[in-house]
């Protein structure tokens, strides 16, 4: 039977020619290793004497003899930047790791997400959350999803068109107190801009809390700057320079109780030099919520809260012109626009149903 198999793939090996195609085929691949690729319908590749340059489409990869994956992925066509990607995989078989990203034109990547089960008895539906950057250019970009189960594999290609986000500028007057903080080369910062990458970079595969709808901290907060905001630092010697808001500035009296947006794991309880007080908690695994300037921390990392739970109290430590609290949604390091969220449920209904598909089980795989 197997002999049978290897000397069909041989022949279609020789009777196909290099083209780009949008047909269903059982290919002969000889890299990375000897083996069977089997396509979706909508597939497009180039295929060169057994190399196989994949487009778009569903590509299963499995060695001789075994039979491929076909898993059923639901991926977003369209997006602006800061969004948060959903995607959802289905697959009977047994899958050890499902991953993606978001590549660019060059093929460079922009960010990856690490699927989890957002249910632990569904072991057959993995959910994949990846945070699209708030300076992402507008133009079509291919988002990769790649499953494993040992020796099998499967990758989806799909376009994801990211269209035109307005984003506010402002001026914000620095003090001599202030700059101190932003310019002081204490290689404490340093130690603790690494920290907390490593915080919000590392998933935790048992980190399933909050699948509903996240809260606004404080819904009745002043918001003194927005999510993506375009921001010029002005010095006392008029000198100046930019960056990026990457959340939400909530202004209130001090001392006032900040509650967490949702249920979750809290990861890093601590103070730092230009984030003050600083709080941040896992909500689903590589997706964060961030809490700076406090006055006070009410938690340890470690503890799990509900949500609602007081994680501490607004304040200005750090780098901050008055009391407030400056709130952020991550995704694996990139952060995300909160108010997106706050709209609706994490895991929508779409992402949890597999609607809308973008991949179709491969023909070979049925």
Not at 42 to 67: K, N, R
Not at 76 to 83: E, R, T, Y
Request: hydrophobic fraction near 40%; charged fraction near 20%.
């Amino acid at each position: 039977m197997i002999f049978r198999r290897l000397v069909s793939c041989l022949f279609l090996l020789a009777m196909l020619e290099s083209s780009q195609r949008a047909l269903p085929a059982t290919l002969l691949v000889t890299s990375p290793q000897l083996g069977i690729c089997v396509t979706s319908e909508d597939a497009e590749y180039e295929y060169h004497w057994g190399v196989l340059q994949a487009e778009a489409g569903l590509f299963s990869f499995s060695p001789i003899g075994q039979t491929p994956l076909s898993p059923h992925v639901t991926a977003p066509q369209h997006a602006v930047p800061g969004d948060l990607l959903r995607m959802h995989v289905t697959e009977s078989e047994d899958v050890d790791s499902v991953t993606a990203q978001v590549l660019g034109p060059k093929q460079e990547v922009l960010s990856h997400g690490i699927g989890f089960r957002p249910q632990a008895q569904q072991k057959d539906s993995w959910v994949i959350l990846v945070g699209l950057p708030n300076v992402t250019a507008v133009g079509s970009y291919t988002l990769s999803l790649e499953i494993k189960s040992a020796a099998r594999s499967a990758v989806n290609l799909s376009v994801l068109s990211v269209r035109e986000r307005t984003f506010k500028s402002e001026r914000i007057a620095v003090t001599p107190g202030m700059e101190e903080i932003r310019t002081s080369d204490d290689p404490r910062k340093l130690a603790q801009v690494r920290e907390l990458m490593q915080v919000i970079r590392t998933p935790h595969a048992d980190a399933v809390f909050e699948t509903g709808t996240i809260h606004d901290p404080l819904p009745n907060a002043r918001r003194t700057s927005g999510y993506g905001d375009r921001r010029k630092y002005v010095y006392p010697d008029n000198t100046s320079e930019y960056s990026v808001h990457e959340g939400l500035d909530l202004a209130v009296s001090a001392g006032t109780p900040v509650p967490v947006c949702g249920r979750g794991r809290v990861v890093l309880a601590t103070e730092r030099i230009v984030t003050g007080n600083t709080v941040v908690v896992e909500m689903l695994p590589g997706l964060f919520s961030l809490y700076f300037h406090l006055s006070e921390i009410d938690v340890k990392a470690g503890e799990i809260v509900e949500q609602g739970d007081v994680i501490g109290k607004v304040g200005m430590t750090g780098f901050a012109t008055g009391p407030h609290l400056h709130w952020e949604i991550d995704a694996l390091g990139v952060p995300v626009d909160p108010d997106a969220l706050v709209a609706g449920p994490i895991l929508d209904k779409t992402t949890e149903s597999g609607e809308s598909e973008t991949g179709k089980a491969p023909k070979g795989g049925e």
